[in-house]
């Protein structure tokens, strides 16, 4: 049964790097035809789709995002990480990894993880 | 960038049927966005229940289901149950990126 946990620091600096963890199970990123990616839910607000990555190192991200983002796949950890810099109070949200049908298609869900930026 | 939009909330019988849309600022929906449709319940993970239009899964109930409909993506609930009120959010696909609507709020009252 596929399990994502999210993991990483719940609090970040304005101007810092946010980084997150997808720890993945019950499913290989080298041998999947699946994408891995990320999705993002501001407190109280709607999913903002932010990006995904193939176990090639193929990405598709979101062009508001695209400027400070980074997702890369570690497959002999079976890992899928989020990198976010300079952020500010606006990336405070709770941060989904899920399994993608294609590239832009979140599909098994992780329970997310809430990242709060302030100093 | 794409705007997805959703009605903002819709109110339906127990037992009652509603239909939910989502529309894009580009023009008709087709199969090509390949939409996806998600519930959302208070303090939970998104749960997909509907993909590439029409698809579901094995955990969506079958009173569930996805078409295309005068230009839109649409996502039926026929016969309701209190269980079903949530969020539910629609995507669609442009070039390989993601887009969500922004969520309609299903009452069963």
New interface residues.
């Given amino acids: 049964q596929l399990q994502l946990q999210e993991s990483g620091p719940g609090l970040v600096k304005p101007s810092e790097t946010l980084s997150l963890i997808c720890a993945v199970s019950g499913d290989s990123i080298s041998s999947s035809n699946y994408y891995w990616g990320w999705i993002r839910q501001p407190p109280g607000t709607g999913l903002e789709w932010i990006g995904t990555v193939y176990n090639t190192g193929s990405t598709y991200y979101n062009p508001s995002l695209k400027s400070r983002l980074t997702i890369s796949v570690d497959t002999s950890k079976n890992q899928v990480s989020l990198k976010l810099s300079s952020v500010t109070a606006a990336d405070t949200a709770v941060y989904y990894c899920a399994r993608h049908r294609g590239p832009s298609g979140p599909d098994s869900w992780g329970q997310g993880t809430l990242v709060t930026v302030s100093s | ?1 794409a705007v997805v939009t959703q009605e903002p909330s819709l109110t339906v019988s127990p037992g009652g049927t509603v239909t939910l849309t989502c529309g894009s600022s580009t023009g008709t929906v087709t199969s090509h966005h ?1 939409p ?1 449709w ?1 519930q ?1 319940k208070p303090g939970q ?4 229940l509907i ?2 239009t029409f698809n579901k899964h094995s955990w969506t109930p079958a009173r569930f289901s996805g078409s295309l409909l005068g230009g839109k993506a649409a996502l039926t609930l026929s016969g309701a149950q209190s269980e079903d009120e949530a969020e539910y ?1 629609c ?1 669609l ?2 070039s ?8 309609t709020k299903v009452t069963v009252l």
């Fill in positions: 960038q390949y996806y998600y959302q993970a998104p749960r997909t993909y590439d959010y995507l696909s442009y390989g990126a993601g887009v969500f609507g922004g969520g």
